[in-house]
């Protein structure tokens, strides 16, 4: 038996059986999950793990930012080392050299990386693939110049060092009480939570039908060039707040090195790993990609050949990522769209003819 959409049932039948049972506890799945990332701060973690456990939040969050360019509206960034560098010596100069403290400076380090990302969206709109991937990549390495040579600003070399840590009410967040973790664990919720409304949205919408034909989304009347740069400006905002964070937890001192071109693969990987379109897939993708040469630290060198091989072979046989499977259960509609739907004559069940078994 065939499925218009998905392939035989045979071929399917592994996520279809997951998804029914997802979707039957998504409450209690969803319930165990928040208490054990609310709990991680009072667990007896050393240093080394806490800080694991927050980068992996942190990159969770960029994946999601990227996500949103190249996931929802299929324009590929190799450059997203250079939104990260600039959202965090943003917020770091502010504090240092301004004297504002941590939240106005995250804020507005975000604000500040957007308004880079729509520069840097108004004179690529008609690229795509290979010749965007270009653009971003040379955009990274300006960043990197920038960052090292505008000495009276920058600091250059040297780095911003006496970054601040951040407070609220008399309380000081830093590592070792899990105040780190803490702030990117609700940066990263407000994050995945945005990134949902968007896609659920008639601009998620207008997103995904640009990835699928942007010609086609032209002739349905669809502003692709306002689309694809309101994709660019959300994606540098949220890669801008997450550079924010970063700026305050490496030890107070941030350099030009710590935004280098291997931060932009690491950031597409994730998204490519994960699962392109998802949220859990750049939850899985950070976990997986920063836990792994962790846990084979005793391979030595070896550990990153296994880890290019990994890669490699993901690439080859899940090029969808490993959560980026398309849903094979029923279209659930609300009331309001059931009524709708019947008011114009039309039969609900009928949308779901070819989708699942």
């Known amino acids: 038996m ?41 667990m007896d973690l050393n240093r080394a793990t806490l800080r694991l456990v927050t980068m992996i939040a942190l990159y969770s969050m960029l994946g999601m930012g990227l ?3 190249v996931g929802y509206t299929g324009q ?11 959202g965090a010596y943003a917020c770091a100069l502010l504090q240092v050299r301004l004297g504002l403290s941590f939240w106005p400076s995250l ?10 990302g729509l520069l840097l969206g108004l004179p690529t709109l008609r690229l795509s ?9 040379g955009f990274c390495e300006v960043v990197q110049m920038v960052l090292k040579q505008w000495e009276s600003v920058t600091f250059g070399n ?3 060092r006496n970054i601040p840590k951040p407070e609220l009410f008399g309380y000081t967040f830093n590592l070792q009480n899990g105040g780190f973790y803490q702030i990117i664990l609700a940066l990263a919720v407000l994050t995945a939570v945005g990134c949902l409304a968007v896609k659920n949205s008639k601009t998620g919408r207008a997103f995904l039908a640009i990835k699928d034909d942007e010609l086609a989304a032209t002739m349905m009347g669809i502003k692709t060039s306002r689309y694809k740069i309101l994709a660019f400006v959300i994606s540098a905002f949220i890669t801008g707040i997450a ?19 291997n931060i932009s693969v690491l950031i597409i990987s994730v998204v490519i790993v994960g699962g392109l379109g998802t949220i859990r897939g750049m ?37 969808q990522g490993a959560l980026g499977w398309q849903s094979t259960l029923p279209f659930k509609l609300s009331r309001r769209t059931k009524r709708e739907l019947e008011a114009r004559g039309l039969s609900p069940s009928r949308l779901n003819e070819g989708k699942g078994a």
């Open 129 to 137: 693939g290979t010749y965007l991937s270009i653009v971003t990549l």
């Open 158 to 160: 040297y780095g911003v």
């Open 107 to 116: 804020a507005l380090a975000g604000v500040f990386t957007a308004l880079v």
């Open 243 to 261: 550079g924010g964070f970063y700026s305050v937890i490496n030890n107070g001192y941030i350099e030009p090195t710590n935004f280098v071109f």
């Open 67 to 69: 996500n949103v360019l």
């Open 283 to 319: 939850v899985f993708g950070a976990a997986l990609l920063l836990l792994f040469p962790e846990v084979f630290r005793g391979l030595n060198e070896w550990r990153f050949v296994i880890y290019g091989v990994l890669l490699v072979l993901m690439m080859q046989f899940r090029p």
């Open 76 to 86: 590929v960034s190799l450059g997203h080392a250079g939104f990260y560098g600039i």
């Open 2 to 42: 065939k499925n218009r959409r998905f392939g035989s049932i045979r071929e399917n039948g592994f996520l279809y059986v997951f998804e029914h049972f997802f979707s039957a506890y998504r409450g209690f799945f969803f319930a165990v999950c928040g208490i054990l990332l609310v709990a991680v701060p009072y």
